[in-house]
Nanobody, 120 residues
Framework: VQLQASGGGLAQAGGSLRLSCAAS????????MAWYRQAPGKQRELVAA???????NYADSVKGRFTISRDNARNTVYLQMNSLKPEDTAVYYC???????????????WGQGTLVTVSS
């Protein structure tokens, strides 16, 4: 089971990007998923999370600007980022907090990061 993040790149302040996190392998369902980010010289922080029941929570710094969503048929989770700010610049990681696979539950699976750079 692997998580593949994509969609990062360069954006101007005020612009938008959409990140995708696609699961591959013996996936039955993405249950609880999250996006984290790590800026240079800073600790990794939670950006947004979504539960199997559809509950969502966001870091205060991104509320009203970012939206986490999922497509169960595609085993993919998205992070829509609008009104980007230079301080959103970071490497973004998706995390399978809890997944259901053909072999049982899996917890704490990280995808590789995707770099988001926001210019002022």
């Amino acid at each position: 089971v692997q998580l593949q993040a994509s969609g990062g790149g360069l954006a101007q302040a005020g612009g938008s990007l959409r990140l995708s996190c696609a699961a591959s392998g013996s996936i039955v369902s993405l249950d609880d998923m999250a996006w984290y980010r790590q800026a240079p010289g800073k600790q990794r922080e939670l950006v947004a999370a979504i539960t199997t029941g559809g509950g969502r929570n966001y870091a205060d710094s991104v509320k009203g600007r970012f939206t986490i969503s999922r497509d169960n048929a595609r085993n993919t989770v998205y992070l829509q980022m609008n009104s980007l700010k230079p301080e959103d610049t970071a490497v973004y990681y998706c995390k399978g907090v809890r997944l259901t696979t053909s072999f049982g539950s899996e917890h704490g699976l990280w995808g590789q990061g995707t770099l988001v750079t926001v210019s002022s």
